[in-house]
């Protein structure tokens, strides 16, 4: 009697044995186990349509740091949907940061960010507020963890380098102040397949 003739009929049972179980696996098929998967994708589809409002401030934009604050959000899967270089004004600045205009250190803040350009962008992805506040670290860098932005490219609060939106109606507040509408663009990234399980 050879090996074959041993192992080779306890494999076929064995695998038909697996079939079996995988199929009527606790009392589910196997296309309700995929039927299961396509929902979840179009659960999933429905959340990735979120957008952040993403500004690199003066010192980010005169440091050259504008190119790579971008690769990390395309490496990481966000869509840029609008992007501008701009100088701030004085009034869109007391819209924007309205709840600190009172604060004893927003002058300071205004003239900071008046100083220079700021590169204003608009990404969308899965959850893109508050993925974009983790990307970007703590306000004060040296709280930051290295591996975020501000903990890779600053030191001091008065120069952490970017702005990103803290919730989903002040990402949408803020994009509305910054941006005109005729200025989003709304297209398909053929990359999307990749990121998400859709």
């Known amino acids: 009697?050879?090996?074959l003739t041993i192992v080779l009929p306890a494999l076929i049972i064995g695998f038909a044995n697996a079939f079996?179980?995988?199929?009527n696996f606790a009392g589910s098929s196997v296309f309700s186990n995929v039927q299961s998967t396509a929902s979840r994708g179009k659960a999933l589809q429905m959340n990735i349509n979120e957008r952040?409002?993403?500004m690199i401030k003066p010192d980010g934009v005169q440091?050259?740091?504008?190119?790579?604050i971008i690769s990390r959000f395309e490496n990481r899967g966000f869509k840029l949907q609008a992007m501008k270089t701009r100088m701030a004004t004085k009034e869109i600045l007391?819209?924007?940061y309205e709840d600190l205009v009172e604060r004893p250190f927003f002058p300071d803040l205004r003239e900071y960010m008046l100083s220079g350009p700021v590169c204003c962008m608009v990404w969308?992805?899965?959850?893109?507020?508050?993925t974009g506040r983790k990307m970007l670290g703590a306000t004060n860098p040296l709280d930051s963890a290295p591996?975020?932005?501000?903990g890779d490219f600053c030191l001091i609060t008065g120069r952490n380098i970017c702005h990103g939106s803290d919730s989903v109606e002040n990402a949408?507040?803020?994009?509305s102040l910054w941006f005109d509408e005729s200025e989003l663009v709304n297209w398909d990234s053929h990359s999307k397949e990749w990121v998400y399980e859709l």
């Open 52 to 54: 952040t409002y993403i």
């Open 20 to 23: 079996a179980g995988v199929s």
């Open 124 to 130: 969308e992805g899965k959850e893109a507020v508050s």
């Open 1 to 3: 009697m050879t090996y």
């Open 172 to 175: 949408e507040r803020e994009i």
């Open 94 to 96: 007391d819209t924007h």
């Open 63 to 68: 440091r050259g740091l504008v190119g790579n």
């Open 147 to 150: 591996g975020t932005i501000r």
